[in-house]
T-cell receptor, first 113, second 113 residues
């Protein structure tokens, strides 16, 4: 069966520090991968998606970047965090050939202080 | 811009009653819709989906209705239980190009005993 791992679960970082959040998927190949951000009590905002290795599409101009160095690995990064980067970050994957729902990781709660 | 939105931010329901959560979407080209349930501090979980060539789909205690004429989607939960308390999101897929899954703002369902 397929699983998605996202870590860390919580993170407190000072303003100006770098960020690296990692997401990996097991049990499937060539998934579509997504990073979403969720502000407290709000909906999910699509940040990045990837349809293949090295292919990244950005949805919102921001202080963040994404990379996909391997087929089942998706990384969210920042060189210098801002207070406004605080939120709940969710990684998701989809396999369009088999079905079209997205499966989510458990999320990373990022607090920038 | 194009968006998926919800009519009611919070819905209080008596245990055992039926719940109806509504969602409006604006992109008439969207071909696939999903309802997700999100419990506090967790990633969204798939509930039920529906394709644009259907107007109704039923699952266990849940029914999704799609009205393409008015671009409206609803989720009906029968015999609401305390475990149904969560935030519910609708999401739309905008087709193969980009494979984007866009979420609405969410509705919180509170089940009263």
């Amino acid at each position: 069966s397929q699983t998605i791992h996202q870590w860390p679960a919580t993170l407190v970082q000072p303003v100006g520090s770098p960020l690296s959040l990692e997401c990996t998927v097991e049990g499937t190949s060539n998934p579509n991968l997504y990073w979403y951000r969720q502000a407290a009590g709000r909906g999910l905002q699509l940040l990045f998606y990837s349809v293949g290795i090295g292919q990244i599409s950005s949805e919102v101009p921001q202080n963040l970047s994404a990379s996909r160095p391997q087929d089942r690995q998706f990384i969210l990064s920042s060189k210098k965090l801002l207070l406004s980067d605080s939120g709940f970050y969710l990684c998701a994957w989809r396999k369009l050939e088999d079905g079209t729902e997205a499966f989510f990781g458990q999320g990373t709660r990022l607090t920038v202080v | 811009g194009e968006s998926v939105g919800l009519h009611l931010p919070t819905l209080s329901v008596q245990e055992g009653d039926n719940s109806i959560i509504n969602c409006a979407y604006s992109n008439s080209a969207s071909d696939y819709f999903i309802w997700y349930k999100q419990e506090s501090g967790k990633g969204p979980q798939f509930i039920i989906d529906i394709r644009s060539n259907m107007d109704k789909r039923q699952g266990q205690r849940v029914t999704v209705l799609l009205n393409k004429t008015v671009k409206h989607l609803s989720l009906q939960i029968a015999a609401t239980q305390p475990g149904d308390s969560a935030v519910y999101f609708c999401a739309e897929n905008r087709g193969a190009a980009g494979n984007k899954l866009t979420f609405g703002g969410g509705t919180r369902v509170l089940v009263k005993p």
